[in-house]
């Protein structure tokens, strides 16, 4: 299966539309990604019963920046013009990666009993979750702190091919959109917002981590906060990519329980 590129609001997305498809699943970059860090979907069980969308957000992957919208708060209004525009009365699910897990957490807020559920991939509830995103807060200049960023990803990925498809992306992503993110990203960090957002959602979610890459300080979270929640094994901060195919199995139980206790 492979996808299909379109473009919207400025916006590329890798795209697999199906008429016939149960619900939308939207998938949520995190720091300095781009749709690339889920190109597996296109391969898994979710086409046979999803339409999937995988968008590079403003100034990520080949999406040109949008200097208004290039905030967590200005790419939360990105997604909820882009599922308005091609997920209207549709059953709508959110993944989200790392800090796009915010995002999607903002977005489902937002849209309320449109949104029935969403995973969340080590997603961003505490302050020790932000360490990459939240050293932009130390630099001044955009181009300075993205230099910083690809030497310091360049040196991990000697011998990792999750770090290469990640340096990948940050070479295409915007020093100034990085440094948004980056800045949102602390803010939201130090006030607490990223895990008590998520952990008052409405709809049903469930957290997807692995003590090799999960500070402690968020282990304590999902337990003091009774967190629904799977723990993976054999893989880091990217399952989606280093063990895709028991990532997107677990993507596929959650939501195929998610849609059987609502009404579509």
């Known amino acids: 299966m492979t996808y299909e590129p379109i473009v919207r609001e400025g916006v590329f997305l890798r795209t697999h539309i199906d008429a016939k498809s149960v619900a939308h699943i939207w998938f949520l970059h995190g720091f300095g990604e781009s749709s690339l860090s889920f190109k597996e979907a296109f391969f898994s069980e979710l086409v046979e019963s999803y339409s999937l969308f995988v968008p590079d957000l403003p100034g990520f992957g080949v999406s040109p920046p949008q200097p208004e919208r290039m905030s967590i708060e200005g790419a939360t209004e990105v997604i909820l013009t882009l599922i308005n525009g091609l997920s209207r009365n549709k059953a709508v699910l959110l993944v989200g990666h790392s800090l796009g897990s915010g995002i ?86 130090e006030s607490g917002r990223h895990g008590f957002d998520f952990v008052s959602l409405k709809c049903q979610k469930t957290y997807y981590w692995s003590m090799e890459s999960t500070p402690e300080e968020t282990q304590d979270f999902i337990v ?20 895709p195919d028991e990532c997107y199995s677990e993507i596929s139980r959650f939501f195929a329980s998610v849609l059987a206790q609502n009404i579509i």
Do not use: C
């Open 104 to 189: 999607a957490t903002r977005v489902a807020r937002k849209l309320g009993e449109t949104v029935k559920g969403v995973f969340s991939i080590e997603g961003n509830l505490t302050r020790s979750d932000g360490y990459f995103s939240s050293q932009a807060a130390e630099f001044q200049q955009a181009d300075a702190f993205h230099r910083y960023f690809i030497d310091l990803i360049h040196n991990r990925a000697a011998n990792s091919e999750v770090y290469q498809r990640y340096l990948a992306s940050v070479r295409f992503a915007s020093p100034e959109a990085m440094m948004a993110w980056g800045r949102s990203s602390a803010h939201l960090g």
């Open 224 to 243: 003091k906060y009774d967190i629904p929640n799977t723990q993976y094994t054999g893989a880091g901060h990217w399952p989606m990519i280093e063990t």
